[in-house]
Protein backbone atom coordinates (compact mmCIF):
# COMPACT_ATOMS: atom_id res chain seq x y z
CA UNK A 1 0.00 0.00 0.00
CA UNK A 2 2.75 2.36 0.44
CA UNK A 3 3.80 2.92 -3.28
CA UNK A 4 -0.37 4.20 -4.00
CA UNK A 5 -0.19 6.39 -0.59
CA UNK A 6 3.22 8.01 -2.12
CA UNK A 7 0.98 8.34 -5.50
CA UNK A 8 -2.25 10.06 -3.74
CA UNK A 9 0.65 11.84 -1.26
CA UNK A 10 2.13 13.59 -5.06
CA UNK A 11 -1.22 13.90 -6.16
CA UNK A 12 -2.03 16.46 -3.96
CA UNK A 13 1.47 17.82 -3.57
CA UNK A 14 2.30 18.37 -7.31
CA UNK A 15 5.37 20.98 -6.24
CA UNK A 16 6.84 18.36 -4.14
CA UNK A 17 6.66 16.03 -7.18
CA UNK A 18 8.32 18.76 -9.10
CA UNK A 19 11.38 18.97 -7.21
CA UNK A 20 12.22 15.60 -7.51
CA UNK A 21 11.59 15.18 -11.48
CA UNK A 22 14.06 18.42 -11.14
CA UNK A 23 17.15 16.78 -8.82
CA UNK A 24 16.75 13.29 -11.06
CA UNK A 25 16.55 15.02 -14.50
CA UNK A 26 18.76 18.04 -13.88
CA UNK A 27 20.85 18.08 -11.13
CA UNK A 28 24.34 17.50 -12.56
CA UNK A 29 27.09 15.96 -10.05
CA UNK A 30 30.10 18.52 -10.16
CA UNK A 31 32.53 15.85 -10.41
CA UNK A 32 31.67 11.74 -10.98
CA UNK A 33 33.64 9.07 -8.92
CA UNK A 34 35.42 6.92 -11.39
CA UNK A 35 35.02 3.60 -10.17
CA UNK A 36 35.95 1.55 -13.15
CA UNK A 37 39.99 0.79 -12.09
CA UNK A 38 39.25 0.96 -8.13
CA UNK A 39 40.66 -1.43 -5.70
CA UNK A 40 38.41 -3.78 -4.24
CA UNK A 41 39.07 -2.40 -0.87
CA UNK A 42 38.39 1.23 -1.97
CA UNK A 43 35.21 -0.26 -3.76
CA UNK A 44 34.37 -1.37 0.03
CA UNK A 45 34.45 1.41 1.63
CA UNK A 46 32.21 3.36 -1.00
CA UNK A 47 29.99 0.37 -0.02
CA UNK A 48 29.77 0.50 3.59
CA UNK A 49 29.89 4.71 2.78
CA UNK A 50 26.53 4.43 1.13
CA UNK A 51 25.24 1.53 3.18
CA UNK A 52 25.63 3.86 6.36
CA UNK A 53 24.11 6.98 5.13
CA UNK A 54 22.82 7.29 1.39
CA UNK A 55 21.69 11.28 2.59
CA UNK A 56 25.89 12.07 3.28
CA UNK A 57 26.67 9.24 0.64
CA UNK A 58 25.45 11.28 -2.36
CA UNK A 59 27.08 15.04 -0.82
CA UNK A 60 30.71 13.33 -0.61
CA UNK A 61 30.53 11.09 -3.38
CA UNK A 62 30.58 14.56 -5.80
CA UNK A 63 33.45 15.80 -3.81
CA UNK A 64 36.23 17.12 -5.74
CA UNK A 65 38.80 14.33 -6.24
CA UNK A 66 41.69 15.62 -3.91
CA UNK A 67 39.22 15.53 -1.27
CA UNK A 68 36.97 12.08 -2.59
CA UNK A 69 39.19 9.87 -0.27
CA UNK A 70 40.25 11.58 2.44
CA UNK A 71 36.66 12.77 3.43
CA UNK A 72 34.80 9.31 2.32
CA UNK A 73 37.52 7.62 5.13
CA UNK A 74 37.25 10.48 7.32
CA UNK A 75 33.27 9.64 7.22
CA UNK A 76 33.66 5.94 7.96
CA UNK A 77 36.57 6.25 11.10
CA UNK A 78 33.91 8.89 12.80
CA UNK A 79 31.07 6.40 11.83
CA UNK A 80 32.95 3.18 13.60
CA UNK A 81 33.97 5.40 16.42
CA UNK A 82 30.00 6.33 17.01
CA UNK A 83 29.11 3.14 16.56
CA UNK A 84 31.15 1.85 19.41
CA UNK A 85 29.75 5.05 21.71
CA UNK A 86 26.23 4.00 20.65
CA UNK A 87 25.91 0.72 21.72
CA UNK A 88 25.29 -0.12 25.10
CA UNK A 89 26.09 -4.22 24.53
CA UNK A 90 29.72 -2.96 25.43
CA UNK A 91 30.89 -2.93 28.74
CA UNK A 92 31.91 0.44 29.89
CA UNK A 93 35.44 -0.78 30.74
CA UNK A 94 35.81 -2.04 27.38
CA UNK A 95 33.93 0.93 25.90
CA UNK A 96 36.28 3.43 27.23
CA UNK A 97 39.47 1.65 26.48
CA UNK A 98 38.66 1.45 22.44
CA UNK A 99 37.56 5.10 22.33
CA UNK A 100 40.64 6.33 23.72
CA UNK A 101 42.70 3.85 22.03
CA UNK A 102 40.96 4.42 19.00
CA UNK A 103 43.48 6.75 16.69
CA UNK A 104 45.91 4.38 17.39
CA UNK A 105 43.86 1.66 15.90
CA UNK A 106 43.84 3.36 13.07
CA UNK A 107 47.85 2.07 12.52
CA UNK A 108 46.86 -1.73 13.06
CA UNK A 109 46.62 -3.21 9.46
CA UNK A 110 43.92 -5.61 9.39
CA UNK A 111 42.30 -4.32 12.85
CA UNK A 112 38.18 -5.50 12.84
CA UNK A 113 36.08 -5.68 15.38
CA UNK A 114 33.07 -8.05 16.19
CA UNK A 115 31.99 -7.01 20.14
CA UNK A 116 28.73 -5.00 18.82
CA UNK A 117 25.38 -6.02 20.03
CA UNK A 118 23.43 -8.13 16.85
CA UNK A 119 20.85 -4.94 16.33
CA UNK A 120 23.64 -2.13 16.00
CA UNK A 121 22.93 -0.77 12.95
CA UNK A 122 26.36 -0.03 11.31
CA UNK A 123 28.10 -2.43 13.02
CA UNK A 124 29.66 -3.89 9.78
CA UNK A 125 31.51 -0.94 9.45
CA UNK A 126 33.54 -2.13 11.79
CA UNK A 127 33.34 -5.89 10.86
CA UNK A 128 34.73 -5.04 7.78
CA UNK A 129 37.38 -2.17 9.02
CA UNK A 130 40.60 -3.69 7.74
CA UNK A 131 39.35 -2.08 4.64
CA UNK A 132 38.91 1.36 5.99
CA UNK A 133 42.43 0.85 7.52
CA UNK A 134 43.82 0.05 4.15
CA UNK A 135 42.87 2.67 2.32
CA UNK A 136 43.51 5.26 5.42
CA UNK A 137 47.48 4.75 4.54
CA UNK A 138 46.96 4.89 1.36
CA UNK A 139 45.95 9.09 1.21
CA UNK A 140 48.37 11.86 2.02
CA UNK A 141 50.35 12.33 5.06
CA UNK A 142 48.40 15.51 5.99
CA UNK A 143 44.89 14.64 5.42
CA UNK A 144 45.80 11.24 7.90
CA UNK A 145 47.14 13.50 10.44
CA UNK A 146 44.43 15.80 10.15
CA UNK A 147 41.85 12.41 10.62
CA UNK A 148 43.95 11.05 13.37
CA UNK A 149 44.13 13.98 15.39
CA UNK A 150 40.30 14.66 15.56
CA UNK A 151 39.79 11.00 16.35
CA UNK A 152 42.04 11.07 19.07
CA UNK A 153 39.87 14.32 20.19
CA UNK A 154 36.31 12.57 19.67
CA UNK A 155 37.73 9.47 21.29
CA UNK A 156 38.50 11.30 24.46
CA UNK A 157 35.14 13.08 24.52
CA UNK A 158 33.25 10.53 23.83
CA UNK A 159 34.69 8.31 26.85
CA UNK A 160 34.43 10.86 28.89
CA UNK A 161 30.23 11.41 28.40
CA UNK A 162 29.87 7.44 28.24
CA UNK A 163 32.07 6.98 31.90
CA UNK A 164 29.76 10.00 33.30
CA UNK A 165 26.57 8.61 31.80
CA UNK A 166 27.22 5.64 33.11
CA UNK A 167 27.97 6.89 37.06
CA UNK A 168 25.88 9.39 36.90
CA UNK A 169 23.70 8.44 40.20
CA UNK A 170 20.31 10.35 39.08
CA UNK A 171 20.45 9.06 35.90
CA UNK A 172 19.79 12.67 34.37
CA UNK A 173 21.65 12.49 30.91
CA UNK A 174 22.92 15.71 29.99
CA UNK A 175 22.65 17.99 32.88
CA UNK A 176 23.41 21.34 32.00
CA UNK A 177 23.70 23.66 28.70
CA UNK A 178 27.08 24.02 28.94
CA UNK A 179 27.68 20.15 29.26
CA UNK A 180 25.35 19.43 26.08
CA UNK A 181 27.06 22.09 24.18
CA UNK A 182 30.49 20.28 24.90
CA UNK A 183 29.08 16.76 24.23
CA UNK A 184 27.91 18.42 20.70
CA UNK A 185 31.37 19.53 20.32
CA UNK A 186 32.74 16.25 20.52
CA UNK A 187 30.58 14.25 18.44
CA UNK A 188 29.89 17.48 15.28
CA UNK A 189 31.91 20.42 16.29
CA UNK A 190 35.35 18.48 16.06
CA UNK A 191 34.18 17.12 12.74
CA UNK A 192 33.20 20.33 11.32
CA UNK A 193 37.21 21.30 12.26
CA UNK A 194 38.32 18.54 10.67
CA UNK A 195 36.77 19.02 7.37
CA UNK A 196 37.81 22.38 7.50
CA UNK A 197 41.48 21.95 8.16
CA UNK A 198 41.38 19.49 5.34
CA UNK A 199 39.32 22.02 2.56
CA UNK A 200 41.96 24.05 3.62
CA UNK A 201 45.02 21.62 3.10
CA UNK A 202 43.19 21.03 0.03
CA UNK A 203 43.37 24.96 -1.38
CA UNK A 204 39.53 24.59 -1.67
CA UNK A 205 38.68 26.83 1.29
CA UNK A 206 39.49 30.55 2.32
CA UNK A 207 42.39 29.95 4.90
CA UNK A 208 41.16 32.47 7.10
CA UNK A 209 38.18 30.62 7.78
CA UNK A 210 40.55 28.66 10.18
CA UNK A 211 41.24 31.77 12.30
CA UNK A 212 37.54 32.01 12.94
CA UNK A 213 37.49 28.37 15.05
CA UNK A 214 33.65 29.25 16.41
CA UNK A 215 32.43 29.47 12.66
CA UNK A 216 33.20 25.49 11.90
CA UNK A 217 32.26 25.18 15.41
CA UNK A 218 28.82 26.56 14.86
CA UNK A 219 28.60 23.88 11.81
CA UNK A 220 28.99 20.58 13.49
CA UNK A 221 26.35 22.10 16.23
CA UNK A 222 23.70 23.67 14.32
CA UNK A 223 23.50 19.66 12.66
CA UNK A 224 24.04 17.86 15.82
CA UNK A 225 21.45 19.94 18.12
CA UNK A 226 19.01 19.75 15.27
CA UNK A 227 19.83 16.11 15.19
CA UNK A 228 19.11 15.79 18.84
CA UNK A 229 15.92 17.95 18.60
CA UNK A 230 14.49 15.70 16.05
CA UNK A 231 15.22 12.11 17.59
CA UNK A 232 13.79 12.55 21.05
CA UNK A 233 11.60 9.99 21.13
CA UNK A 234 14.19 7.32 19.53
CA UNK A 235 16.80 8.12 21.99
CA UNK A 236 14.03 8.14 24.94
CA UNK A 237 13.45 4.80 23.85
CA UNK A 238 16.95 3.27 23.59
CA UNK A 239 17.41 4.92 27.08
CA UNK A 240 19.48 7.98 26.43
CA UNK A 241 18.54 11.68 27.10
CA UNK A 242 20.17 14.64 25.62
CA UNK A 243 18.23 17.37 25.89
CA UNK A 244 19.49 19.39 29.23
CA UNK A 245 18.24 19.15 32.55
CA UNK A 246 19.13 22.73 32.59
CA UNK A 247 15.86 23.24 29.97
CA UNK A 248 13.05 20.47 30.21
CA UNK A 249 13.25 20.74 34.22
CA UNK A 250 12.20 24.43 33.65
CA UNK A 251 8.88 23.03 32.08
CA UNK A 252 8.49 19.33 33.18
CA UNK A 253 9.29 18.01 36.82
CA UNK A 254 9.92 14.15 35.18
CA UNK A 255 12.27 14.08 31.52
CA UNK A 256 9.02 11.13 30.65
CA UNK A 257 6.51 13.87 31.68
CA UNK A 258 7.53 15.29 27.97
CA UNK A 259 5.73 12.12 26.28
CA UNK A 260 2.47 12.29 28.03
CA UNK A 261 0.27 14.22 26.34
CA UNK A 262 -1.22 15.43 29.27
CA UNK A 263 1.60 17.41 29.39
CA UNK A 264 1.83 18.46 25.70
CA UNK A 265 1.97 21.70 26.09
CA UNK A 266 4.91 21.99 28.63
CA UNK A 267 6.57 19.47 26.28
CA UNK A 268 6.06 22.04 22.99
CA UNK A 269 7.34 25.01 25.03
CA UNK A 270 10.01 22.78 25.76
CA UNK A 271 10.93 21.81 22.78
CA UNK A 272 10.86 25.77 21.35
CA UNK A 273 13.48 26.57 23.84
CA UNK A 274 15.55 23.77 22.35
CA UNK A 275 15.21 24.95 18.68
CA UNK A 276 16.12 28.62 20.19
CA UNK A 277 19.48 27.12 21.47
CA UNK A 278 20.09 25.66 17.76
CA UNK A 279 19.41 28.71 15.99
CA UNK A 280 21.74 30.78 17.57
CA UNK A 281 24.00 28.93 15.62
CA UNK A 282 22.47 29.75 12.21
CA UNK A 283 24.05 33.05 11.05
CA UNK A 284 27.60 32.44 11.96
CA UNK A 285 26.84 28.75 9.78
CA UNK A 286 25.91 31.12 6.65
CA UNK A 287 28.94 32.84 7.28
CA UNK A 288 30.88 30.03 7.37
CA UNK A 289 29.41 28.82 3.91
CA UNK A 290 30.52 32.20 2.13
CA UNK A 291 34.30 30.97 2.37
CA UNK A 292 33.96 28.18 0.41
CA UNK A 293 35.63 28.24 -3.00
CA UNK A 294 34.99 25.47 -4.60
CA UNK A 295 30.98 24.13 -5.98
CA UNK A 296 31.31 20.40 -4.81
CA UNK A 297 32.98 21.19 -1.48
CA UNK A 298 29.88 24.42 -1.00
CA UNK A 299 27.68 21.89 -1.97
CA UNK A 300 28.58 19.34 0.84
CA UNK A 301 28.87 21.81 3.41
CA UNK A 302 25.84 23.60 2.21
CA UNK A 303 23.07 20.91 1.48
CA UNK A 304 23.21 19.43 5.40
CA UNK A 305 22.82 22.97 6.69
CA UNK A 306 19.79 23.62 4.22
CA UNK A 307 18.32 20.18 5.97
CA UNK A 308 18.52 21.51 9.21
CA UNK A 309 16.87 24.72 9.36
CA UNK A 310 14.39 22.77 7.40
CA UNK A 311 13.99 20.32 10.09
CA UNK A 312 13.76 22.92 12.82
CA UNK A 313 10.69 24.60 10.78
CA UNK A 314 9.34 21.17 11.00
CA UNK A 315 9.75 20.41 14.27
CA UNK A 316 9.67 23.57 15.74
CA UNK A 317 6.23 23.48 18.30
CA UNK A 318 5.28 19.79 16.66
CA UNK A 319 3.81 17.56 19.03
CA UNK A 320 4.44 14.30 16.80
CA UNK A 321 8.21 14.95 17.94
CA UNK A 322 6.80 13.82 20.89
CA UNK A 323 5.69 10.02 19.89
CA UNK A 324 7.31 9.36 16.61
CA UNK A 325 10.78 10.17 14.35
CA UNK A 326 9.48 13.53 12.33
CA UNK A 327 11.16 13.89 8.79
CA UNK A 328 11.30 15.90 5.97
CA UNK A 329 9.42 14.17 2.90
CA UNK A 330 11.54 12.98 -0.03
CA UNK A 331 10.48 16.01 -1.98
CA UNK A 332 11.40 18.51 0.07
CA UNK A 333 14.60 17.13 0.35
CA UNK A 334 15.25 17.33 -3.21
CA UNK A 335 13.81 21.05 -3.43
CA UNK A 336 16.29 21.84 -0.42
CA UNK A 337 19.22 19.98 -2.58
CA UNK A 338 18.57 21.43 -5.72
CA UNK A 339 18.32 24.94 -3.77
CA UNK A 340 21.37 24.56 -1.60
CA UNK A 341 23.28 23.21 -4.69
CA UNK A 342 22.89 26.33 -6.62
CA UNK A 343 24.96 29.09 -5.08
CA UNK A 344 24.92 31.46 -1.61
CA UNK A 345 22.14 34.18 -2.81
CA UNK A 346 19.51 30.98 -3.31
CA UNK A 347 20.96 29.31 -0.43
CA UNK A 348 20.26 31.88 2.16
CA UNK A 349 16.45 32.04 0.06
CA UNK A 350 16.31 29.17 1.20
CA UNK A 351 17.23 29.33 5.09
CA UNK A 352 15.10 32.73 5.04
CA UNK A 353 12.08 30.29 4.20
CA UNK A 354 12.31 28.30 6.67
CA UNK A 355 12.82 31.12 9.21
CA UNK A 356 9.70 32.76 7.94
CA UNK A 357 7.64 29.26 8.93
CA UNK A 358 9.78 29.20 12.30
CA UNK A 359 8.70 32.82 12.69
CA UNK A 360 4.94 32.37 11.57
CA UNK A 361 4.42 29.18 14.38
CA UNK A 362 5.64 30.55 17.24
CA UNK A 363 2.72 32.12 19.65
CA UNK A 364 2.58 34.49 22.16
CA UNK A 365 1.59 31.72 24.82
CA UNK A 366 5.34 30.34 24.65
CA UNK A 367 7.50 31.82 27.27
CA UNK A 368 10.07 31.96 24.73
CA UNK A 369 8.40 34.06 22.41
CA UNK A 370 10.01 36.95 22.57
CA UNK A 371 13.43 35.56 22.06
CA UNK A 372 12.61 33.49 19.74
CA UNK A 373 11.26 36.26 17.47
CA UNK A 374 14.44 37.98 18.14
CA UNK A 375 16.74 35.07 17.10
CA UNK A 376 14.50 34.78 14.21
CA UNK A 377 15.16 38.55 12.87
CA UNK A 378 18.57 38.52 13.84
CA UNK A 379 19.26 35.84 10.84
CA UNK A 380 16.67 37.42 8.28
CA UNK A 381 18.71 40.56 9.71
CA UNK A 382 21.65 39.07 8.54
CA UNK A 383 20.97 37.37 5.44
CA UNK A 384 19.58 40.81 4.68
CA UNK A 385 22.95 42.49 5.28
CA UNK A 386 24.40 40.10 2.38
CA UNK A 387 21.66 40.23 0.02
CA UNK A 388 19.39 43.15 0.52
CA UNK A 389 15.74 41.90 -0.73
CA UNK A 390 15.45 45.33 -2.05
CA UNK A 391 17.29 44.60 -5.07
CA UNK A 392 16.81 47.29 -7.79
CA UNK A 393 16.08 44.51 -10.79
CA UNK A 394 13.55 42.83 -8.14
CA UNK A 395 11.91 45.87 -7.38
CA UNK A 396 11.44 46.71 -11.24
CA UNK A 397 9.82 43.28 -11.49
CA UNK A 398 7.62 43.60 -9.09
CA UNK A 399 6.52 47.15 -10.22
CA UNK A 400 5.66 44.99 -13.92
CA UNK A 401 2.28 43.39 -13.58
CA UNK A 402 2.39 41.58 -16.41
CA UNK A 403 5.76 39.89 -15.40
CA UNK A 404 4.16 38.75 -12.23
CA UNK A 405 0.96 37.31 -14.18
CA UNK A 406 3.08 35.33 -16.65
CA UNK A 407 5.22 33.87 -13.91
CA UNK A 408 1.80 33.01 -12.16
CA UNK A 409 0.59 31.40 -15.60
CA UNK A 410 3.59 29.39 -16.62
CA UNK A 411 3.53 28.02 -12.45
CA UNK A 412 -0.16 27.33 -13.03
CA UNK A 413 0.86 25.28 -16.68
CA UNK A 414 3.41 23.76 -14.97
CA UNK A 415 1.11 22.50 -12.33
CA UNK A 416 -1.44 21.28 -14.96
CA UNK A 417 1.17 19.23 -16.84
CA UNK A 418 2.38 17.70 -13.19
CA UNK A 419 -1.13 16.30 -12.43
CA UNK A 420 -1.69 15.44 -15.96
CA UNK A 421 1.43 13.17 -15.58
CA UNK A 422 0.31 11.81 -12.30
CA UNK A 423 -3.59 10.59 -13.59
CA UNK A 424 -1.61 9.10 -16.91
CA UNK A 425 0.68 7.31 -14.23
CA UNK A 426 -2.64 5.99 -11.90
CA UNK A 427 -4.50 5.20 -15.16
CA UNK A 428 -1.34 3.01 -16.56
CA UNK A 429 -0.95 1.58 -13.58
CA UNK A 430 -4.61 0.39 -13.02
CA UNK A 431 -4.81 -0.80 -16.64
CA UNK A 432 -1.78 -3.07 -15.93
CA UNK A 433 -3.28 -3.93 -12.96
CA UNK A 434 -6.96 -5.29 -14.09
CA UNK A 435 -4.85 -6.92 -17.00
CA UNK A 436 -3.03 -9.21 -14.53
CA UNK A 437 -5.65 -9.80 -12.72
CA UNK A 438 -7.46 -10.75 -15.68
CA UNK A 439 -5.45 -13.33 -16.75
CA UNK A 440 -4.80 -14.58 -13.55
CA UNK A 441 -8.94 -15.84 -13.48
CA UNK A 442 -10.48 -12.37 -12.17
CA UNK A 443 -14.52 -13.16 -12.77
CA UNK A 444 -14.81 -8.78 -13.97
CA UNK A 445 -18.37 -10.14 -15.46
CA UNK A 446 -19.51 -11.19 -12.16
CA UNK A 447 -18.13 -7.69 -10.71
CA UNK A 448 -20.47 -6.06 -13.41
CA UNK A 449 -23.33 -8.07 -13.06
CA UNK A 450 -23.56 -7.66 -9.25
CA UNK A 451 -23.03 -4.07 -9.22
CA UNK A 452 -25.92 -3.69 -11.54
CA UNK A 453 -28.08 -5.08 -9.25
CA UNK A 454 -27.07 -2.88 -6.74
CA UNK A 455 -24.64 -4.89 -4.70
CA UNK A 456 -21.71 -2.91 -3.29
CA UNK A 457 -21.20 -4.26 -0.11
CA UNK A 458 -18.73 -7.30 0.50
CA UNK A 459 -20.84 -10.38 0.56
CA UNK A 460 -21.37 -12.52 3.68
CA UNK A 461 -19.92 -16.39 3.77
CA UNK A 462 -23.35 -17.05 2.60
CA UNK A 463 -23.71 -15.09 -0.65
CA UNK A 464 -20.03 -15.71 -1.57
CA UNK A 465 -20.56 -18.95 -1.45
CA UNK A 466 -23.79 -18.34 -3.03
CA UNK A 467 -21.66 -16.62 -6.11
CA UNK A 468 -19.62 -19.68 -6.34
CA UNK A 469 -21.87 -22.00 -6.98
CA UNK A 470 -23.73 -19.64 -9.93
CA UNK A 471 -21.06 -18.67 -11.78
CA UNK A 472 -18.60 -22.03 -11.40
CA UNK A 473 -19.16 -24.71 -14.03
CA UNK A 474 -17.61 -27.61 -12.15
CA UNK A 475 -18.54 -30.20 -14.90
CA UNK A 476 -16.17 -27.99 -17.16
Same mark, same amino acid.
Given at each position: ???? @? ?6 ? %? ?15 ? #? ?7 E ?33 ? $? ?25 L????? $? ?20 ? #?????? #? ?11 ? $? ?72 M ?10 R ?14 K????KH ?28 ? %? ?7 L ?10 ? @? ?5 M @? ?16 N ?6 Q ?11 L ?19 PK????L? $? ?9 F ?16 A ?7 K ?14 M ?13 ? @? ?38 L
Open positions: MAPF @ANVFYYLF %HPQELRSMIQWQLFHEP #VHQRDWTDRISLYQCFHYLEKTSRSFAAVILELHPELLLPIA $IFYLILRGLDTIEDDMTIPIEEKDRLRDFHN $ILDKKGWTFTGNGPDEKDREVL #VHFNVV #VEELARIKPEYRA $IIKDITQKMGDGMADYANNAEHNPNGNGVNTISEYSLYCHYVAGLVGEGCTRMFVQSGLANAEVLERPHLQESGQFLQKTNIIDVREDWDDKRRFWPEIWSVDKFEDLFDKAHEEAALNCGSEMVLDALA %HADECLFYSALKEQSVFNF @AAIPQA @AIATLALVFRNPLIFHQVKITRGACQIMFEASQNPILYESFRKSIRIIHQKNTDPNHK $ISIACGKIEQIESIFPSQDPKKLAEANPSSEKAEAEARKDMLYMIGSLMVLMFISMVMIIV @AYFAGARFDIMASEIMKGRLSRPNQAEAEALRRKYDHEE
